[in-house]
């Protein structure tokens, strides 16, 4: 790391990658640095001088970072600051790469948000919640194709059925046996994959059984065993 003095008296401290890259890329940290990654063909003086030009823009950026970080909560099921994302029982961090893609990529192991706004902490919330609703919406689409193929194994015969993904403040999942219609809770994203399959293993469950009864718990577990085991973990 290298501290310059700007004419005015502040500091600026940046930590300098050498990359084969073809842009000189900045990028404002939490912690008050600048990240710079650039080939080595760039100088160290040029380096400077961009930083000393573009001083007031890392400073702000420095300055919402702080905010963000005090901020309880940045959306509902990302951590603050977007530094983890919640995605299926996990914590997966998050990586920030320049590029002119503009989109994020949930992969196995963490999240990489390509992007060159990399200092708009709100727009990179967005970009991770839509990369998220994406690969959700995939993944009931697997779960629902699961279940349905095991209930026809049993000799059950579901009605064409339209799954739906939406923000539901009250209740996890909901069934209209009627109109063949399953509405899933978007926040499930943040849970197992097995406890989003056991509700929609509940919904299901509706098309043969109205209520809540016994009948219905006894159809339910026959079909899904773990049910209790992974449907509590949305009590916690």
């Known amino acids: 790391m290298k501290t310059i003095i700007l004419p005015d008296g502040r500091e600026i401290t940046y930590e300098l990658t050498r990359k084969r890259v073809r842009n000189i890329n900045f990028r404002a940290k939490e912690n008050g640095v600048v990240a710079v990654s650039a080939n080595s063909r760039v100088s160290v003086r040029e380096i400077e001088e961009f930083l000393t030009q573009r001083a007031d823009f890392f400073f702000k950026a420095f300055e919402r970072l702080k905010k963000l970080a005090e901020t309880s909560e940045v959306n509902e099921t990302i951590a603050p600051n977007a530094r983890f994302v919640r995605w299926l029982g996990r914590d997966f961090p998050v990586r920030v790469i320049s590029s002119s893609r503009e989109c994020a990529v949930i992969d196995e192991n963490e999240v990489r948000v390509f992007t060159r706004r990399s200092d708009d902490a709100e727009y990179l919330t967005a970009l991770i919640k839509t990369a998220r609703e994406r ?37 996890w999942g909901s069934c209209s046996y009627t109109r063949g219609h399953i509405s899933l809770n978007s926040r499930l994203a943040a849970y197992p994959r097995q406890t989003v399959l056991s509700v929609l293993w509940h919904e299901y469950a509706h098309y043969w059984h109205h209520d809540h009864s016994k009948r219905f718990y006894a159809f339910l577990l026959e079909m899904f065993p773990e049910y209790r085991k992974w449907n509590d973990l949305l009590k916690e």
């Open 135 to 171: 690969r959700f919406c995939a993944l009931c689409g697997e779960l629902d194709r699961e279940v349905r193929c095991e209930l026809e194994k049993r000799g059950f015969s579901p009605p064409p059925t339209v799954i739906t993904i939406k923000d539901m403040k009250s209740r």
